[in-house]
């Protein structure tokens, strides 16, 4: 039998299909999911950063709590939602990229939220009596103290990438791993693996492995340079 | 020119924290167009007295009154110890409170183009605030503290920090801001520097304001034991 090495590099040398196609939905599915993590987390973390109500502590508990969330969990409770007698039901959205992008998103936003609230009340206690004296209130200081704290907030924004991209869990759930429309590289991984048909399996591996890797290297580099650059 | 907002009289405001009085009773008025500069020990309570003139804390007890009432006016300015610039360029640093007065982006690159200019921070324009040295740093905090015309610039040590050269230039600044009508309430614990400044002298002890006088007079002779062994202080050291 042929090393699972040598049929990976095979596979990746004449950009298999197959593969390409998995690669392409995984990345679309993550991608998406952190985006809309980072549109709805971004403001709702300065938020809780810089706003006083009462129940604020437990809201906070919560959100370092769900950072923890087992993504079988995550898919689990999206399932509920989207399945057909779930309120969501009529959508017909389960076994779809969509389903999966909404799991996803439910694992990256807790982290999100998270780094970025303190990220933001770190910021705001250095900030604060020289925004105010600029004439700036605390809902005018949420985009100013985002933008201060974009090199910190790229950290938070790439673990929930991380996240997303390695958990087998939710999109299994709620995708079904559906070749050619709902396999993504850790779920074909799975797959593959359990078949016996290691080539694909190791193959995919790499991948995610140089992915998150060039993904890394590449915020560390932009977080040094705007270190350097911006003081 | 919008209406006059001084003068601003504290009527025997407190701030306490916990209970523990911070400031007692302090009952002054700031009239438009003097120096005055604010003297005291260490915890006497000088920034705080500064940051409760420009209304950053409110009183917990007495009252803040200007010109028009209580409500906050928007032409004054601070100039903090450290100086917080935004991790933007210098340009962008003198637009931000432009931008937060609702200044249309055109209007706005005019008045920072001039404003620059008359700073003498052209040449950094473009340079990241952040990257500055303390004296162009402190520079800048003062150019974005005028470019919104405040009638009154309250400073808060804006020299601590500073070579004597720098120091030397932003001491021009202030000379140069109160020259044109902008009433400076700053604080110091630099003599000399209060002597050069001063027009008058606010002397705070322990949280209460215990002597407020014109310079001449407060350091000639000053009425209270606390400011004569304060000033004495000084000399002996």
């Not at chain 2, 008045?111 to 004296?135: I, K, N, Q, Y």
């Not at chain 2, 005028?146 to 400073?155: I, M, R």
């Amino acid at each position: 039998m042929e090393s699972p090495f040598v049929t990976a590099f095979t596979l990746m040398q004449r950009a298999d299909p197959a593969l390409m196609q998995i690669i392409g939905l995984s990345l679309r599915v993550t991608l998406t999911a952190v985006l809309i993590a980072c549109v709805i987390g971004l403001p709702l973390g300065a938020a809780l950063a810089l706003a006083r109500f009462p129940g604020r502590g437990g809201v906070i508990v919560l959100f370092n709590a769900l950072m923890g969330l087992p993504p079988v969990v995550a898919g689990l409770v999206i399932y509920l939602a989207l399945s057909r007698s779930g309120p969501l039901g009529t959508f017909a959205l389960l076994f779809t990229p969509a389903a999966m992008i909404a799991a996803q998103t439910l694992l990256i936003l807790p982290i999100v939220v998270s780094l970025t609230r303190s990220v933001v009340e770190d910021l705001w206690a250095e900030y604060r009596d020289q925004l105010l004296s600029l004439g700036a209130n605390r809902l005018r200081a949420v985009p100013t103290l985002l933008w201060d704290g974009r090199v910190s907030l790229l950290t938070g924004v790439l673990a929930g990438f991380g996240r997303a991209s390695a958990e087998v869990g939710a999109v299994l759930i709620v995708g079904g791993n559906i070749a050619g429309h709902t396999r993504t590289m850790t779920t074909a991984i799975t797959l593959e693996t359990n078949r016996g048909n290691l080539g694909l399996a190791v193959a995919l591996g790499i991948i995610l492995m140089a992915l998150t890797l060039s993904l890394n290297a590449a915020a560390w580099a932009a977080g040094q340079w705007a270190r350097s650059r911006l003081g | 020119m919008t209406a006059a907002i001084l003068p601003l009289t504290l009527d025997r405001a407190g701030y306490a924290v916990g209970g523990k009085p911070l400031l007692s009773d302090v009952t002054l008025t700031v009239p438009a167009g003097r120096r005055l500069i604010v003297l005291g020990a260490n915890g006497a309570g000088k920034s705080l007295l500064l940051r409760l003139c420009h209304g950053l804390i409110e009183p917990t007890s007495g009252r803040r009154r200007w010109a028009q009432g209580e409500a906050r006016p928007g032409a004054q300015a601070m100039v903090f110890q450290r100086p917080i610039l935004l991790r933007r360029t210098v340009a962008a640093n003198l637009a931000y409170p432009l931008a937060l007065r609702g200044l249309p982006r055109a209007g706005r690159a005019d008045t920072v183009a001039r404003t620059l200019d008359r700073f003498g921070l052209a040449a950094l324009a473009d340079r990241p605030a952040r990257l500055l040295s303390g004296g162009e740093q402190q520079r800048l905090a003062l150019a974005r503290a005028w470019v919104t015309g405040p009638q009154v610039l309250f400073l808060d040590e804006p020299c601590s920090a500073l070579d004597p050269s720098a120091t030397r230039i932003i001491e021009e600044m202030i000379a140069r801001f109160s020259a044109e009508g902008i009433t400076i309430v700053m604080t110091t614990h630099d003599l000399g520097q209060a002597r050069r400044l001063a027009q008058d002298v606010a002397f705070l002890h322990r949280g209460r304001l215990i002597e407020h006088q014109a310079a001449d007079g407060f350091f000639a002779g000053p009425q209270t034991p606390e400011a004569r062994a304060f000033l004495a202080g000084d000399l002996i050291w």
